[in-house]
Nanobody
Framework: QVQLVDSGGGLVQPGGSLRLSCAASGGIFSIKNMGWYRQAPGKERELVATIGVNTNYADSVKGRFTISKDSAKNTVYLQMNSLKPEDTAVYYC?????????????WGQGTQVTVSS
């Protein structure tokens, strides 16, 4: 089956930047949609951004984060600028993938983003 590997997290100061990446592999498939979610301690997992036909952003990150993709590499990126402490969370890549005529939502393992002085 398909596996998603996300990476790029780390410790950054407020106002800093990080770029997350997530690549899908594991056979012949078609990616229908890509997105990033995050989950802070004690909080529900929330949508950060998605990209398919259109792009969509959570209000909290609009203007600071940019989602992009490289379809040839089955990869989605999240450029995060002007990071704030409240952006601290585990960030998860997600993709809706068609394989063998079945649709399924896949998740990466998560990458930690910590914004702190």
């Amino acid at each position: 089956q398909v596996q998603l590997v996300d990476s790029g997290g780390g410790l950054v100061q407020p106002g800093g930047s990080l770029r997350l990446s997530c690549a899908a592999s594991g056979g012949i498939f078609s990616i229908k949609n890509m997105g990033w979610y995050r989950q802070a301690p004690g909080k529900e997992r929330e949508l950060v951004a998605t990209i398919g036909v259109n792009t969509n952003y959570a209000d909290s990150v609009k203007g600071r984060f940019t989602i992009s993709k490289d379809s040839a590499k089955n990869t989605v990126y999240l450029q995060m600028n002007s990071l704030k402490p409240e952006d601290t969370a585990v960030y998860y890549c997600s993709m809706v993938i068609e394989q063998n005529k079945y649709l399924r939502n896949y998740w990466g393992q998560g990458t930690q983003v910590t914004v702190s002085s």
